[in-house]
């Protein structure tokens, strides 16, 4: 888990993944043939395919897992010194409040987001739900201070370590999508013989439009290609039976829809198969909200048979999110064995 907890703890939000791509590339160095950084910043390690007589060309199979978590960037530091911040991602506000962040301008400093007290709120203000707009980061200190390390444009993230609250669970923030990059990491350590081309791209810009997914896969052009990424487990109270989309527990959720993709249904068969196949508990998911870098990747060029592997991830974009250790592991198990039969897929 100490690569799992590196990952999540180190801060990169989207168009800010300098960091966290440092820590990624090293690790894809030492499992893959050749690692690369294009114009965009995504990570792509290339680890070629062993010979296989009568077939001189290999296919080129893309796993994507995007680096990029959830932030903020400075908007503007008031006289008083509390500073503004504009959403790099989508948010909940009312999960924001009273959460402890990390400024990361000259230095990193610490802060908390504050909102005006309740005790000193009008009934009428009461009743209103919180607007990121009316909040604010306070790091304790007067502007001039504040002035000499923080400007606008700096990027902000949520503090919170990455914790296992017993030898199933584990809580983090940026599960979302860090948990992918790790499964994905796993899995190519696992390999054993492979007779595709493998592509693996820790993909940069994803929470803000998939914008890194889409160029790698028009510099990779794949053959096939999923994308590794979380998707709501809601097996909480107050959710209906037939809105639980993932439950925490249950397996890797292989994806059928989401809103952005329609998933290859050749590729969710022939994944289906390896998991029954080998015994790899799995579940099937529909999401009608959200997408992943399956959708750019399933429209680059001409086209490309995708589909999406995900994580039941419970509290999905705030910072306790949770995931289960068995839905980690049949992931990897499942990325590993399509990777070693990939060639046998006609997709």
Known sequence: MNLFKKLCETPGIASYEERIQKVIKEELEKI?????IDKLGNVIGIKKAKKLSGKPTPKKVMIA???DEIGFMVSFIDKEGFIRFAPVGGFD??????????VHGMKDIGGVIGTKPIHILSEEERKKLPKIKDLFIDVGMKK???SKVVKPGDFVTLDRNFMELNNKIITAKALDDRAGVYVMIEALKRIKNCYVDIYAVATVQEEVGCRGA????FSV???????????????????????KATILGEGTAISLMDSHTISNRKLVDFLRKIAEENKIKYQTDILLGGGTDAGAIQRSKSGVPACTLSIPTRYIHSVVEMCHKEDIENSIKLICKFLENAHKGEF
């Open 144 to 146: 001039d201070e504040v």
């Open 221 to 243: 052009e794949p053959d096939v290609g999923i994308a590794i990424d979380v998707t709501i487990a809601s097996d909480i109270p107050g959710t209906k039976e037939e809105e």
């Open 65 to 67: 897992a995007h680096m």
């Open 32 to 36: 893959t043939d050749k690692v690369k």
């Open 93 to 102: 506000p009312k999960t924001l409040i009273a959460q402890r962040v990390v």
């Open 214 to 217: 889409t160029v790698s896969s």
